[in-house]
């Protein structure tokens, strides 16, 4: 009997198994769909197409932080002309924002640090990832994955690309820039603020407008990430 009961336990068990699979599956259309964002800044507009079939640890990460309405307020604190804008972290007063946990590079999807990507910015840790982001203004695909053996070759996560709006992409680049704050150089001014992200089709997070104002007193006291410190001696 235990052996008949057995047999039956392995012949049931596939189609369970089969039929839990099946669930997922019906739902793979939206999981691939590609969520847009859009960056209500104070130069204009900037709509963002994402990649969570490329990158879905970086594409929930920015999105995560898009909906709790952590960008609302921030500051495009970092513009190099022919090279990239980089935000993320910095309130308009040029504060920190406490981040969450780090996230997994994704550098090697398959994707290019091409021009109107938008990839994670990180430290010398390609594990270091967190709130950061920049928009490559040229193609820059010396900051592609080559391989794991540094941070150096392993490059910089794609997780995305501007679908409407790099008219204010090139605007922003074209602004003169500063030292302020904590930061030597390559401050735009005036300084460049995202006033509201959210995420198309979805409603703007409650906290928007809070968010605006400078973040409290407790944040996070680590410098920015940078791409590529051959190019700023500036912190973030």
């Known amino acids: 009997m235990p052996r008949l009961l057995l047999t039956a336990l392995l012949l049931i068990l596939p189609f369970t198994l089969a039929a839990q699979a ?4 019906a739902a793979a259309p939206a999981a691939q769909a590609h969520p847009q964002v859009v ?14 079939d490329k990158a879905p640890k970086s594409v929930a990460n920015f999105l995560q932080y898009v909906r709790d309405g952590y960008y609302n307020g921030t500051a495009l604190h970092r513009v190099i002309a022919g090279y990239m ?11 920190p924002k406490r981040t969450r946990s780090a996230i997994p590079s994704e550098a090697d999807n398959g994707l290019s640090n091409l021009r109107g990507t938008i990839a994670v910015a990180r430290g010398a840790d390609p594990n270091s990832g967190t709130s950061q982001f920049f928009f490559n203004l040229v193609d820059n ?13 392993w490059g910089f996560a794609v997780f995305g690309k501007v679908v409407k709006g790099m008219d204010v ?18 401050v735009p001014n005036p300084l460049v603020v995202v006033n509201v992200a959210n995420v198309v089709g979805e409603e703007a997070p409650a906290s928007a407008a809070s968010a605006a104002a400078p973040a409290p007193a407790a944040v996070a ?3 920015a990430a940078k791409p590529d410190k051959k190019h700023s001696k500036a912190k973030g």
């Open 221 to 223: 006291p680590a410098p």
């Open 22 to 25: 099946a669930k997922p599956a």
């Open 85 to 95: 804008i980089q935000g993320g972290l910095y309130t308009r007063d040029l504060q």
């Open 141 to 153: 695909r010396r900051l592609d994955y080559v391989g794991n053996q540094s941070g150096l070759t």
């Open 39 to 52: 960056m209500h800044t104070s130069m204009g507009d900037i709509t963002l197409e994402l990649y969570p």
């Open 169 to 186: 992409i090139d605007k922003i680049a074209a602004l003169p820039t500063r030292g302020l704050g904590p930061f030597a150089n390559d």
